[in-house]
Each structure stands twice: as C-alpha cells, then as structure tokens.
C-alpha cells in the first residue's frame, strides 16, 4: 500500500491540516532582555527559577509552558491525548521530569536542537492520522544545563570562540487539534512537514555549530521544493531555527550551490532575533528553546495576526556527544521542516 | 551534462566556504589583553613576597608561599562570587597561566557539581579540568628529575 499522504521523497502532506490550538513560552531572563522580551509569555526572574537545580529549572520552565498553553486554550491535562518533547540533557530528562508532573501520555524525542521542529512534524501526524487530538508539541533547553552537558563548568574562565552560539533558557508548547468547533478561534493551521536526513559535511569543530548544520538545512529545504515543486518566493519567511550569524550566511550560500537559491530578503533566524548584537552571544542563540520560544512569541502570533500568511518553519540540530567528538568524530547534522499556514477566514 | 564532483571534493568545497565564511579569534587583542592582565597578576604575586618578606620577615621561599597560598585564596573567592569567568572572559591566558587558572579549573567544577551531593558531585568531579594538568605536569617533573639525576652525576 502506498503512503498515500507522501509527496515525493521527504515531505508529508496533512491532509485535514490540524490547528495550532494554543502555544505558550517561557523563558529565562536574559532572553526576557533580549529584543522579543515583552512577547513572552512568562520570563523567570532568575536563571534558577526557583529550584534546587538547573536541570530542574528547565522542566519547570516546560511545564510552565505546557500550563499555560493548556489554560489558554482553556483544557485541563486529562484532555490532552498526547505530548511529544525533547530537550538537550541525557536521556531527555528535563521533558521526562516535566511529563511527570503533567502525566499526559508521553513520547520523548530526540533532536537536538531541531526538536521543536520535530515534535510539530511528528505532532502533526499524529493529529492527522487520527491518533492524538489535541496533543502537545515541546522542547526545551536550558544555558546552564547545556554548559555543563557539552561544554565547561559556569564559572571557568574560558573564551568562547567567535562562531560559538549561545544556549537559550527557554521553552516552548504549542497544541495540535482537529477540533474546528473550539470556542477560542485558532487561526493558525500546519499544512506540510517535511523530515530531514541527517547529512555531515565533515565539521568537527563543536564551537561552530552553524556550520555543521547549514548542509543539513540545506539539504531538507532542497528536499521540500523538490518535492512540492513550491516556490520558495511564496513564503512570507523562511525560518531557521538557530543556525546563528554563520549557518546563516553558508545557508544562503550552499543552497545557491546546491541549484535552489533562496530569498535572502524572506530569511529569519531564531537564534539571530533572540538576542541584541550587545548581549554578547556572539553567533546567535541556540538549543531547543531558541526555536521554540521565538516560534510562540514571536513567529506564531504573527501568522495569527495575519502579517504572515504562510511561513516555512524549520529548526536544524547538530547532533553531537561530547564523548564521539573527543573520539574525533565529525557532528552530524539534522533540519526538520514545517509548513505552517493562516487560516483563511 | 557537467559531471558531478566527488564526494571528497564537494566536502573540502564546503569546508573552504566554512573557513571563509567563520570569524577568527583576535589574536593580536588577545594576546595583548593576556599579557598585561598576565603581567598584573603576577607584579601581585611579587609584590606579596616582598611585603612579606618586609614586614614579617619571611624568607624568600616562605614569601613565595604566602604568595601563591593567597592568590589561590584570591581566585577562588573570585570565582566562588562569580567575578572571575569575567576577568578570564577578557584576558584569556592571562588568567590560566599564573597559579590563578589552576585555582579557578579547581573550585569551578566543586561548584558547579555540587547538586549531586559531596562526593559523588563535587568529590569525583573536582579535578575534571585540573586532573590532566596534574597527570601530565607530574608526569613530566619526574621524567625531568630522572634526565636531571643523571646529568649531574
């Protein structure tokens, strides 16, 4: 039996094209100072957030983001059918921790930081099959859980490269529906997604992250207009999740290699409209939070709004251990993709 | 049709793209900023042997002592206060060269793995950073004493 919401060899179609309910976000403060800092939803006072450890700040921070996407959308938990949700700590343990308390049933996900991308992609077809509705897409990161999973200690006195990114504290919750009747009117639907091959281009170096993830985000965003024979003009943005000042600028140019040019005045970047030049991030921001909070504060109240009618939204993560990249090992790097659409009234 | 490159080629294309494209560290900056915040730092550690030496009358290898004991002090309070990731931010080896780098690698990972309890967090972590330099250095003083003993005999 063919797959019959397939088109071509990467992207699915969803045909009843499920809703975007509610979404919700919760950062930290830094990013609270940061140029979208009045369009969170709930900004922690401090980078603790009230809990013993970082790691347990960051399942707060998501299950502060799921308790408010679910109030606005006015459901208790025992309606939602499903969550899906990653982070960036072993074994995915701030989502696990936040699913705990929530006790929606769980699927746990791994994408680095294109997770956020992932969970709507796979979200998606859940909701569209049937099989979920309305269900929950997460993802989360934290800076300082993030230090010390990839990198040093918070207070060793090292410099940071150039092309290093930022982690972002934050946390995203968006929730699928196929329910047209809800009293709230959602404006917002996805209509596509489109999955990505990990792809590595033989970058090693896990201070440029960007550069490990441009052929991968390439490569997905090749994929889907190969596929759909969509014009990449017909977007209002295309819209990477955290490839940084560098992914950015070899996305542009890998792309127009590759034989799909793409619109450089219709390109945004999370990582790059998080934070202001002067909060020293140096190449961007990055982690599951980065695309996960600006797409809820920033990107989905836009389409809402109607500034955007249709927007390509795709997270790309660099999927790398500390352990096989002391090993030597080159990152791998991986860019999910969603299509996501205004409802026409 | 123009035949595709090879694979090898098509990564060293992308990988030269890289290059052109990734911002370089400022060297000349920062081997500036190094050296003279470098340079303070041990003018304070001479400074303490000598007043020492002044006012207590220390020997010259008791002053070295006191200067070194109080400048790991210095450090790790600095660090403890969450000062001195900013000072290390700005003058780079400036700060891990002198005997303030080894104190700073020390007390910044029994901070940072206190959560997991005294000695499974802060106990087995506490020479994450530091354990190489001490393997290595050690390593090397007893390979240099062998070569030295021999030499003088």
Same mark, same amino acid.
């Given at each position: 039996?063919?797959?019959?919401?397939?088109?071509?060899?990467?992207?699915?179609?969803?045909?009843n094209?499920?809703?975007?309910?509610?979404? /919700?976000?919760?950062?930290?403060?830094?990013?609270?100072?940061?140029?979208? !800092?009045?369009?969170?939803?709930?900004?922690?006072?401090?980078?603790?957030?009230?809990?013993?450890?970082?790691? &347990?700040?960051?399942?707060?921070?998501l299950?502060e983001?799921?308790?408010?996407?679910?109030?606005?959308?006015?459901?208790?938990?025992?309606?939602?059918?499903?969550?899906?949700?990653?982070?960036?700590?072993?074994? #995915?343990?701030?989502?696990s921790?936040?699913?705990?308390?929530?006790k929606?049933?769980?699927?746990?996900?791994?994408?680095?930081?294109?997770?956020?991308?992932?969970?709507?992609?796979?979200?998606?077809?859940?909701?569209?099959?049937?099989?979920?509705?309305?269900?929950?897409?997460?993802?989360?990161?934290h800076? @300082?859980?993030?230090?010390r999973?990839?990198?040093?200690?918070?207070?060793? @006195?090292? $410099?940071?490269?150039? @092309?290093?990114?930022?982690?972002?504290? !934050?946390?995203?919750?968006?929730?699928?529906?196929?329910?047209?009747?809800?009293?709230?009117?959602?404006?917002?639907?996805?209509?596509?997604?489109?999955?990505?091959?990990?792809?590595?281009m !033989?970058?090693?170096?896990?201070?440029?992250?960007?550069?490990?993830?441009?052929? /991968?985000?390439?490569?997905?965003?090749?994929?889907?207009?190969?596929?759909?024979?969509?014009? +990449?003009?017909?977007?209002?943005? #295309?819209?990477?999740g955290?490839?940084?000042?560098?992914?950015?600028?070899?996305?542009?140019?890998?792309?127009?290699?590759?034989?799909?040019?793409?619109?450089?005045? &219709?390109?945004?970047?999370?990582?790059?409209? #998080?934070?202001?030049?002067?909060?020293?991030?140096?190449?961007?921001?990055?982690?599951?939070?980065?695309?996960?909070?600006?797409?809820? /504060?920033?990107?989905?109240? &836009?389409?809402?709004?109607?500034?955007?009618?249709?927007v390509?939204?795709?997270?790309?993560?660099?999927?790398?251990? +500390?352990?096989?990249? $002391?090993?030597?090992?080159?990152?791998?790097? #991986? @860019?999910?993709?969603?299509?996501?659409?205004?409802?026409?009234? | 049709?123009?035949?595709?490159?090879?694979?090898?080629?098509?990564?060293?294309?992308?990988?030269?793209?890289?290059?052109?494209?990734?911002?370089?560290?400022?060297?000349?900056?920062?081997?500036?900023?190094?050296f003279?915040v470098?340079?303070?730092?041990?003018?304070?550690?001479?400074?303490?042997?000598?007043?020492?030496?002044?006012?207590?009358?220390?020997?010259?290898?008791?002053?070295?002592?006191?200067?070194?004991?109080?400048l790991?002090?210095?450090?790790?309070?600095?660090?403890?206060?969450?000062?001195?990731?900013?000072?290390?931010?700005?003058?780079?080896?400036?700060?891990?060269?002198?005997?303030?780098?080894?104190?700073?690698?020390?007390?910044?990972?029994?901070?940072?793995?206190?959560?997991?309890?005294?000695?499974?967090?802060?106990?087995?972590?506490?020479?994450?950073?530091?354990?190489?330099?001490?393997?290595?250095?050690?390593?090397a003083?007893?390979?240099?004493?062998?070569?030295?003993?021999?030499?003088?005999?």
């Open positions: 039996m063919k797959a019959e919401n397939r088109i071509g060899y990467q992207t699915v179609e969803y045909k094209k499920p809703l975007i309910a509610a979404y /919700a976000c919760a950062v930290g403060p830094r990013e609270g100072q940061g140029p979208l !800092g009045d369009q969170f939803d709930l900004v922690a006072q401090s980078p603790e957030f009230g809990q013993e450890s970082y790691e &347990k700040a960051e399942a707060a921070l299950r983001a799921c308790h408010i996407c679910l109030s606005k959308a006015g459901k208790g938990e025992k309606s939602i059918q499903a969550m899906l949700g990653g982070d960036l700590l072993n074994q #995915i343990m701030a989502s921790l936040a699913a705990r308390e929530l929606i049933p769980f699927l746990g996900l791994y994408g680095a930081c294109s997770t956020m991308a992932e969970s709507l992609l796979v979200g998606g077809m859940l909701c569209d099959g049937g099989y979920a509705s309305p269900l929950l897409c997460t993802a989360g990161s800076y @300082a859980t993030a230090e999973q990839y990198r040093y200690p918070l207070e060793y @006195a090292c $410099q940071r490269t150039p @092309a290093a990114q930022w982690t972002v504290t !934050g946390a995203g919750a968006v929730m699928l529906s196929l329910d047209e009747n809800s009293e709230k009117k959602p404006r917002v639907r996805l209509v596509r997604g489109c999955m990505g091959r990990v792809v590595d !033989g970058i090693a170096d896990a201070n440029n992250m960007g550069a490990a993830m441009a052929p /991968a985000a390439a490569a997905t965003l090749c994929a889907y207009f190969d596929d759909t024979k969509d014009d +990449p003009r017909s977007f209002d943005r #295309i819209i990477t955290d490839l940084g000042m560098v992914g950015s600028e070899l996305l542009l140019e890998w792309s127009e290699k590759l034989g799909h040019p793409l619109p450089e005045e &219709k390109m945004m970047d999370c990582g790059l409209t #998080i934070f202001h030049p002067s909060q020293d991030s140096h190449a961007g921001g990055s982690g599951c939070g980065c695309a996960a909070s600006v797409l809820c /504060a920033h990107i989905l109240p &836009k389409i809402e709004r109607g500034e955007w009618k249709k390509l939204f795709m997270a790309t993560g660099a999927l790398l251990s +500390p352990t096989t990249s $002391q090993q030597g090992e080159t990152i791998p790097g #991986i @860019a999910h993709a969603v299509v996501i659409e205004g409802v026409q009234e | 049709m123009q035949k595709s490159p090879s694979k090898q080629q098509f990564i060293q294309q992308y990988k030269r793209m890289v290059s052109a494209v990734t911002p370089k560290s400022k060297a000349a900056q920062g081997c500036l900023r190094a003279w470098g340079g303070v730092i041990c003018v304070l550690g001479q400074v303490l042997i000598d007043v020492s030496m002044y006012f207590w009358q220390f020997s010259y290898t008791q002053g070295a002592c006191f200067a070194s004991i109080s790991v002090f210095l450090t790790a309070l600095l660090t403890g206060i969450g000062i001195f990731d900013v000072i290390g931010k700005y003058a780079g080896a400036g700060t891990v060269v002198p005997i303030t780098g080894f104190a700073n690698a020390m007390v910044s990972p029994a901070m940072e793995f206190r959560p997991e309890g005294w000695v499974l967090g802060t106990g087995a972590r506490l020479f994450t950073i530091a354990g190489p330099v001490l393997v290595y250095g050690i390593a003083s007893v390979l240099v004493g062998v070569i030295y003993y021999f030499l003088v005999l």
